[in-house]
């Protein structure tokens, strides 16, 4: 069981920055591939980037270009800087192993862009 909790999340204008973390436990966060997910009323969580053990990353569409991924393996976390931000960037932010472990959803950091 892995236990994950993000945090970094705020209010931002359209247009800012911020950067999320996300702390694991555990001895095998080396081995994972990581990312991030996010979430808006409605809807399902949506992975909007995702980063190996290797340290390959991937994004999806929607994010390309302005968030990064990248990981500290001595320090067991996963970070997320978001660049450009966008109103419909305004979400729940959860990470998590891909595929995820069902049970180690964490509370997740809120991220609101206002115009």
């Known amino acids: 069981q892995v236990q994950l909790v993000e945090s970094g999340g705020g209010l931002v204008q359209a247009g800012g920055s911020l950067r999320l973390s996300c702390a694991a436990s555990g001895t095998l966060f080396r081995i994972y591939t990581m990312g991030w997910y996010r979430q808006t009323p409605g809807k399902q969580r949506e992975l909007v980037a995702h980063i190996t053990s290797g340290g390959s990353t991937n994004y999806a569409d929607s994010v390309k270009g302005r968030f990064t991924i990248s990981r500290d393996n001595a320090k067991n976390t996963v970070y997320l800087q978001m660049n450009s931000l966008k109103l419909e960037d305004t979400a729940v932010y959860y990470c998590?192993?891909?595929?995820?472990?069902?049970?180690?959803w964490g509370q997740g950091t809120q991220v609101t862009v206002s115009s």
């Open positions: 998590n192993r891909l595929p995820p472990f069902s049970e180690s």
